[in-house]
């Protein structure tokens, strides 16, 4: 069976398998930790392993690579981007920053070591809005690329943090029509939503957080139903952690396909049980980042994870 040639490979050439709740079902199921963004870099810092491969987008390997420049990180597939991170190019935010000359920059770690280099402090969304309370009240501050998430931190903190215009294509297209039918016909289930969404979604919500914080509520309500808004990957956990009880996934704005529950993001789909045994046998592709770069993008990670 590939579950079973994958791990005798982890064994083999003492590697370890990552992976972020968006992934296939059985890419959970054979890796050996799976976690929030803040969670699986927290989680580099202690890691004892030769290799790592990480299940989930580019830059999430790139923030292991980062967190592990001595260890060799692999990831299934170069084409698992985020549209998140590529709405933020370096460039631009260079630009962006010299023409705020007194800002700081926050950025969310959906973004490459590029954008982290030019960064005072990196967030996820699970430690955000804590970060963010921990500087100076009166700091001018760029928060990019999610404009969803740096407004929804706008709104609980009070800051008025300068939002760059950017948004993850999964996360915008959630249907509030059809939240709001799935709302009447579940009148006991809670909404659980992740503020990558827009406003107007995570108004209607009654747990707004990151992957992992959404799986704890659910696992400690003592409610029986849920309704959720956030890549329909988390199902596969939360299903897995709480077997008696139901999770209705909110499905995107009418498109291509009427009535699909599909809020999937293809590029965490890329990772597959093929590729992932093909990365293990050949050690590829490897996530390779020019040492100065990767130097100063560890500065705001470090921060991060002090302020967490
Ligand atoms: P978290 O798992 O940190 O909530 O992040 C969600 C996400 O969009 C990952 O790309
Ligand atoms: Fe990026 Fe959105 Fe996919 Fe997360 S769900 S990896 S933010 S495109």
Redesign the pocket.
């Known amino acids: 069976m590939i579950k079973d040639e994958i791990r005798q490979l982890c064994r083999e050439k003492n590697a370890i398998i990552m992976a972020?709740?968006?992934t296939r079902p059985e890419i959970q199921d054979v890796a050996d930790f799976i976690g929030?963004?803040?969670a699986l870099a927290q989680k580099a810092t202690t890691v004892d392993a030769d290799i790592i491969v990480m299940c989930g987008?580019h830059f999430m390997g790139e923030t292991m690579k980062i967190l592990c420049p001595d260890k060799k990180v692999l990831i299934p597939d170069m084409e698992a981007g985020?549209s998140?991170a590529d709405s933020c190019k370096a460039e631009d935010l260079a630009k962006f920053k010299a023409e705020h000359p007194e800002h700081m920059v926050v950025s969310y770690?959906?973004t490459s070591a590029a954008v982290k280099a030019l960064t005072d402090v990196v967030v996820?969304?699970?430690n955000a809005r804590k970060i963010v309370e921990q500087l100076p009240p009166d700091a001018k501050i760029i928060f990019g690329p999610d404009k969803n998430l740096g407004n929804y931190i706008n709104s609980v903190t009070g800051r008025e943090m300068l939002l760059w215009d950017g948004a993850?294509h999964v996360?915008s297209r959630f249907s509030l029509e059809a939240l709001i039918d799935l709302k009447k016909k579940n009148p006991d289930a809670p909404v659980l939503a992740?503020p990558?969404c827009k406003a107007v979604i995570l108004t209607q919500a009654d747990k707004i957080g990151?992957?992992?914080a959404l799986l704890d509520f659910a696992i400690s309500s003592p409610q029986k139903r849920f309704i959720v808004v956030t890549?329909s990957g988390i199902l596969h956990e939360m299903q897995k952690a709480c077997p008696d009880k139901e999770f209705i996934p909110v499905p995107p704005e009418a498109t291509e396909t009427v009535g699909c529950h599909c809020n999937e993001?293809e590029y965490m789909r890329l990772n597959t049980m093929e590729k992932l045994l093909a990365c293990l046998q050949t050690e590829q592709p490897e996530i390779i980042i020019n040492p100065e770069l990767a130097t100063q993008a560890l500065k705001p990670i470090r921060r991060m994870l002090e302020m967490s």
């Open positions: 972020h709740y968006y929030d963004s803040l987008v985020c998140l770690v959906n996820t969304s699970s993850c996360h992740h990558e990151s992957t992992k890549e993001c």
